[in-house]
């Protein structure tokens, strides 16, 4: 059974927009997800791929319940994003990390790590030290477990929020386009992270831009445009089969330089 | 007479003197009576501001904005001499204390609302995303955030309202300022007793000065 399910999904943003014609604000819908459907097991890295503006981030945010769905529905492990009770345990079965970092900045990055385990899993602060450590040692930063998120560069940041969503011991990690606010040294730091987590088998849905990270770590690719899946196909055959066929998809790896 | 003839200063008495302090007490007693309901009442106000449902989080704006655009001497009037018109009698101290703290609680609710508004939505979701529900991203991620933003802001805040207390001697409450016009009608030495009390003032509020840098330092950090 697939672990997460999404069925027919539509979701719209009301946005406001100027009318060209009359010079007025007017109120607009703008759909993201249009009856979109797809499910993903929990093996291997899925990798997220389109143009920005197509939803891949909506999904995301969708299926950890950040985003109410307008239509259709999100199953989680069995269970339904459109029922608040379960909102909470769909969110500890799925990690999410953000493209902006949010570490909290009012604690050091030991409470960053162990607050939620133990406000949440009932951890004793001694296991969820030794298990900070451990996630900490995992993503190369033993040093800076007293250092203030300010006395971090935006890399390291990045790879303590990985392990601060590692802590909850998800089923499967959702990174939204974690490394777009990187440098490309960062960004290679970040993604040897990912990598090593790969090759320990730990489930990741990632909306990416990084093509090197997509050919050498993803088994599934899906590629998305104006919030419909184009191509659900496993890497191999994306990077093959699917760029020679498909116009909109061999447009968008040129421009990106692959 | 001149400030500089020292034989005049034998009319200022230790008794006036005892007055004075005496009267320090009373200032002391309104403000921390008013700031500490005022604060409380703040919170709360401030809270419903922050509400998600636009009609409750208008509400306390009914309260807050008559208080917060006229003076709190007409407020202190209205409650004062305005009120036992219409049966309401209260006594000058009841008056002040009443009339300051809706007038901090007004004050307040602002600070609030904006300290916890000014947190980016990012640290909500964190919050939520990593499994916290809305009363406990609010506890351990926004309340904390939004203390260190409050601090320096509230006692601005209950500084000036200290000050303002002055108000006070107007509805013939004794008070520091009260005490200040009577020893300096007496005496004749309004140079010398008015500088007194404006030092009382200052002696009272600079502590607070000092606790709100070593309470941003204690809690500091950047974004």
């Given at each position: 059974m697939a672990m997460i399910e999404v069925k027919n999904v539509t979701k719209s943003f009301h946005v406001k927009r100027k009318d060209e014609a009359t010079g007025k604000l007017v109120r607009s819908t703008l759909t993201v997800l249009k009856n979109f459907s797809v499910d993903f097991t929990q093996e291997g890295v899925t990798v997220l791929l389109g143009p920005s503006g197509t939803g891949k981030s909506t999904l995301l945010r969708c299926i950890n319940g950040l985003e109410t769905i307008d239509e259709g529905d999100i199953v989680v492990d069995g269970l339904s994003v459109r029922n608040r009770h379960s909102l909470k345990k769909i969110r500890l079965t799925c990690g999410m990390v953000f493209q902006q970092t949010v570490l909290?900045?009012?604690?050091d990055v030991m409470n960053n790590l162990t607050m939620s385990p133990i406000k949440l899993l009932h951890m004793t602060k001694r296991e969820a030290e030794e298990k900070a450590k451990f996630y900490l040692d995992k993503v190369g930063l033993s040093s800076k477990e007293k250092a203030k998120h300010n006395e971090l560069s935006g890399g390291e940041q990045q790879r303590i929020a990985i392990a601060r969503a590692l802590m909850m011991n998800p089923k499967a990690l959702l990174l939204d386009e974690i490394t777009s606010a990187l440098d490309p040294e960062m960004t290679s730091e970040v993604l040897r992270i990912l990598e090593n987590l790969a090759a320990e088998g730990v489930c990741m849905l990632a909306v990416t831009h990084e093509m090197a990270f997509a050919q050498h770590v993803a088994s599934r690719v899906l590629f998305m445009d104006k919030g419909a899946l184009v191509c659900d196909a496993t890497k191999d055959d994306f990077f093959t089969v699917y760029r020679k066929e498909n116009e909109r998809i061999a447009n968008f790896l040129k421009f990106i330089g692959e | 007479m001149n400030v500089f003839d020292y034989s005049a200063y034998a009319l200022f008495k230790w008794s006036d003197m005892r007055m004075i302090l005496n009267a320090t007490l009373l200032t002391i007693r309104v403000t921390l009576l008013s700031l500490a309901i005022g604060t409380a009442l703040g919170l709360i106000l401030g809270l419903i501001r922050c509400a998600k449902n636009r009609g409750l989080a208008s509400l306390p704006l009914i309260i807050m904005e008559p208080l917060r655009n006229s003076p709190l001497i007409v407020q202190l009037f209205l409650v004062y001499y305005g009120l036992p018109s219409v049966g309401i009698r209260f006594d000058a101290y009841t008056a002040a204390i009443l009339t300051l703290s809706l007038n901090t609680a007004a004050f307040f609710a602002v600070l609030v609302q904006s300290s916890i508004q000014s947190i980016p939505r990012a640290q909500w979701e964190a919050g939520y995303a990593l499994g916290h529900n809305k009363v406990s991203v609010y506890i351990r991620v926004i309340a904390m955030q939004a203390f260190r933003l409050l601090i320096p802001q509230a006692i601005t805040l209950y500084i000036s309202q200290l000050q303002c207390?002055?108000?006070?001697?107007?509805?013939?409450?004794?008070d520091l300022t009260k005490a200040g016009q009577i020893v300096a009608q007496k005496t004749l030495l309004p140079f010398l007793v008015f500088g007194i009390v404006a030092a009382i003032y200052y002696i009272v509020s600079f502590p607070l000065a000092r606790l709100s840098e070593y309470l941003e330092r204690r809690t500091g950090f950047n974004y």
């Open positions: 909290f900045p009012h604690l | 207390s002055s108000l006070v001697s107007l509805v013939s409450l004794m």
